[in-house]
Structures are given as structure tokens and as C-alpha cells.
Nanobody, 129 residues
Framework: QVPVVESGGGLVQTGGFLRLSCAPS????????VVWFRQAPGKEREGVAC????????YYGDFVKGRFTMSRDNGKNTLYLQMNSLKPEDTAVYYC??????????????????????WGQGTQVTVSS
């Protein structure tokens, strides 16, 4: 499977911000759907945001409530997750995922992790209170 590499995690105070990066290897990010997931200790992995290939649609988890923005820099072949107004409950390992056969965020279940066959190792985000 095609690997992706996340970076940008760290420790931040409540109300702060971070920008996570997802760098695909071996394919063009513009041509694939890319999804951010997160998993907090003791909790199931949940979908954070999805961005379709090209100028396609995107979705966010309900808990985002306008705080996070997913974007793509085609020149750098990198995707970003800008996270603002961070809360302690945003503390989690954040993962970037994609799949060679999915180009558009599935409207009904983009958040289902079983759809995506290629995952990064994750980057830790810790928000202190």
C-alpha cells in the first residue's frame, strides 16, 4: 500500500493551534481522497476531516464545529489540517489515511476507517488545560 507520513503534532495549551501535515509518498495527493482520523486513549478511532481529489467535496466531524480546516498544497504534494481553538478533548493521535481506489469522500460514511487501505504512523497532539 502507498504510505503517507504525518507531522506537526505537539503540545499546545487550550485555545492554541497546530497545523498537521500529511505527505503522501509515491502518488499525487491531488488525485486521491485523504482523510484525517484521530484516536484518543481508550476511545475508538474517529473521522476528523475528509478531502476529495481535485476540487471535490469535503466533510468534517461534528465535533470540529468550524475549528479545523483541511487543505491541500498541490505544489508541495502535501495536505494540511489546520486546527484552531484546541481543547483538551482534542488530545489524540492523529492519522492520515487514503486509498488507491477512492477519489471522492463517500457522503454517507467517509468516517469509516475500514474504507482506507493506506495509513500513516500518526502524530501525537496534546492539548493542556
Amino acid at each position: 500500500q502507498v504510505p503517507v507520513v504525518e507531522s506537526g503534532g505537539g503540545l499546545v495549551q487550550t485555545g492554541g493551534f497546530l497545523r498537521l501535515s500529511c505527505a503522501p509518498s509515491g502518488f499525487t495527493a491531488e488525485n486521491r481522497v485523504v482523510v484525517w482520523f484521530r484516536q484518543a486513549p481508550g476511545k475508538e478511532r474517529e473521522g476528523v476531516a475528509c478531502l476529495s481529489s481535485g476540487f471535490g467535496n469535503g466533510y468534517y466531524g461534528d465535533f470540529v464545529k468550524g475549528r479545523f480546516t483541511m487543505s491541500r498544497d498541490n505544489g508541495k504534494n502535501t495536505l494540511y489540517l489546520q486546527m484552531n481553538s484546541l481543547k483538551p478533548e482534542d488530545t489524540a493521535v492523529y492519522y492520515c489515511a487514503t486509498d488507491l481506489e477512492i477519489f471522492t469522500c463517500p457522503p454517507g460514511n467517509w468516517w469509516y476507517e475500514g474504507l482506507y487501505g493506506a495509513w500513516g504512523q500518526g502524530t501525537q497532539v496534546t492539548v493542556s488545560s
